[in-house]
């Protein structure tokens, strides 16, 4: 438990560092942000916001899949899948923030603007393996053993046999 709490601080800590870097373009980055009409960017506490009500939505994801695991609705299985499925969208959308920077528009934004973009999705795939490793198992119950079935029968028999 402890070292979920650890991770959930790290995370909160790449959070603040994410969003001070997309709030820092250059010149043309704050040129781009305006022309692109990016007015969640524009400033630290819009881009706090954002970048925190991203990492929220996903904190509520993940939570909401581990107690659906815990509680039995979900098997490990399908959570597992759901998870996977998450961490190629996530993985999707780090490759296209890649090729997104790859082109004339957004490469000159500047390297603090770049990185914070590398980073929002970077944390959303360490939050879904971290999930996905930190699943719940449900223990199986302990079966019973064929001989508690024999012994019973002896038992009744005998009582039968007695009366």
């Given at each position: 438990m402890k070292r979920?709490?650890?991770f959930w601080t790290v995370i909160a800590g790449l959070?603040?560092?994410?969003?001070?870097?997309?709030s820092k373009p250059n010149l043309l980055g704050k040129i781009g942000l305006v022309i692109y009409k990016y007015h969640y960017l524009r400033t630290w506490p819009r881009t706090?916001?954002?970048?925190?009500?991203?990492?929220?939505?996903?904190l509520v994801i993940t939570y909401l899949i581990h107690l659906l695991v815990k509680k039995e609705m979900f098997k490990r299985g399908?959570?597992?899948?759901?998870?996977?499925a998450l961490i190629f969208v996530s993985v999707?959308?780090?490759?296209?923030?890649?090729?997104?920077?790859?082109?004339?528009?957004?490469s000159h934004t500047g390297h603090r603007f770049k990185y914070?973009?590398?980073?929002?999705?970077?944390?959303?795939?360490?939050?879904?393996?971290?999930?996905?490793?930190?699943?719940?198992?449900?223990?199986?119950?302990?079966?019973?053993?064929?001989?508690?079935?024999?012994?019973?029968?002896?038992q009744s028999t005998d009582v039968d046999s007695k009366s």
């Amino acid at each position: 438990m402890k070292r979920r709490y650890i991770f959930w601080t790290v995370i909160a800590g790449l959070t603040v560092v994410d969003s001070f870097l997309l709030s820092k373009p250059n010149l043309l980055g704050k040129i781009g942000l305006v022309i692109y009409k990016y007015h969640y960017l524009r400033t630290w506490p819009r881009t706090f916001l954002t970048v925190s009500i991203v990492m929220v939505i996903t904190l509520v994801i993940t939570y909401l899949i581990h107690l659906l695991v815990k509680k039995e609705m979900f098997k490990r299985g399908i959570a597992s899948i759901i998870l996977i499925a998450l961490i190629f969208v996530s993985v999707a959308a780090l490759v296209k923030t890649g090729l997104d920077f790859s082109t004339w528009s957004y490469s000159h934004t500047g390297h603090r603007f770049k990185y914070g973009a590398y980073l929002l999705p970077l944390m959303l795939v360490s939050i879904f393996v971290h999930e996905l490793i930190t699943l719940p198992k449900i223990p199986k119950p302990f079966p019973l053993s064929p001989m508690n079935d024999e012994l019973k029968k002896t038992q009744s028999t005998d009582v039968d046999s007695k009366s």
